[in-house]
């Protein structure tokens, strides 16, 4: 699968770990027989090289390296220490080889990673929403920076709108409306792209993020279902039942009585 598309279709299903690991040249070389899970590793300070059965990857600070599941690699170091941030999650769908972003500059990603670090470590519910909602911003960073969130140049028009609303859209003030508006084009054309892309209209593209968000949600007994509904947006907790119902077959509540 190409970068772009990679980017494109991921969809993160849970947050495993956020940390920052502090190393020196005496803890190197590294060797990792196998990722228990995908991860993000941002360079804060140092170049680790990353040796891979058919690549090898430099990473320097202002990076971001994904590897994927399951990878097996080899970490040297070529300077006295190191300091990398580290996100490890799962994803819904198929994965892609080991690949690097270097950012123009470290603030906007180093201030997300900080701060997903920090929700984390709260442990507060729902720190996994924030965190997801956190990692979906450095991903979107990863697509501007690089171009290349959608392979196509038509398609090009609604990347920043897209890298938008999956930032946005569990926020009160977030409207569908604006979204043609950020991709400079009008609704209809915004509209046709979008479906020809996700094969989905904007409106149930967001109803099927937030069901996702609401079965997570749901496996936590210490919070109510009205609760669940208002931090997905849903004023009506009839209204939001009704459409999860429609969605995945059964009601809130039996959705959670399968799991607790």
């Known amino acids: 699968m190409q970068t772009s598309e990679f980017l494109l279709n991921l969809c993160i299903t849970e947050i495993n770990l956020v940390k920052t690991y502090y190393a020196t040249i005496a803890n190197y070389p590294m060797n990792n027989r196998g990722r228990h ?24 600070p202002s990076s971001v390296l994904y590897i994927p599941k399951g990878e097996k690699y080899k970490t040297t170091l070529a300077d006295e220490k190191s300091i990398v ?7 819904s769908g198929i994965s892609s080889r080991p690949f ?7 603030g906007s990603a180093k201030t997300n990673f900080s701060k997903m670090e920090t929700v984390w470590n709260r442990k507060d519910l729902p720190y996994m929403l924030e965190c ?6 450095i991903l979107g960073l990863m697509a501007r920076q690089t171009a290349m ?10 990347t920043g709108a897209v890298a938008y609303l999956h930032e946005h859209y569990l926020e009160n003030d977030f409207r569908l409306e604006c979204l043609p508006d950020i991709a400079g084009v009008s609704q209809r ?38 609760d669940i509904a208002l931090l997905l947006g849903y004023s009506d907790i009839y209204h939001f039942g009704k459409i999860f119902t429609k969605k995945t077959g059964f009601t809130p509540s039996e959705y959670r009585n399968q799991f607790l």
């Open 189 to 226: 054309y915004f509209e046709i792209l979008f479906h020809e892309k996700y094969g989905t209209s904007p409106k149930e593209y967001v109803i099927s993020l937030k069901i996702d968000q609401a079965k997570e949600l749901l496996m936590s007994e210490k919070l109510l279902i009205r």
């Open 132 to 137: 997801k909602s956190l990692c979906y911003k």
């Open 85 to 91: 941030a580290v996100v490890d999650f799962e994803i």
């Open 149 to 158: 969130f959608c392979p196509s140049e038509k398609f090009d028009k609604i």
């Open 37 to 60: 899970h995908h991860g993000l590793l941002f360079t804060i300070e140092g170049t680790e090289t990353y040796h891979f059965d058919d690549s090898q990857i430099d990473a320097v």
């Open 100 to 106: 690097l972003i270097h950012f123009d500059e470290m």
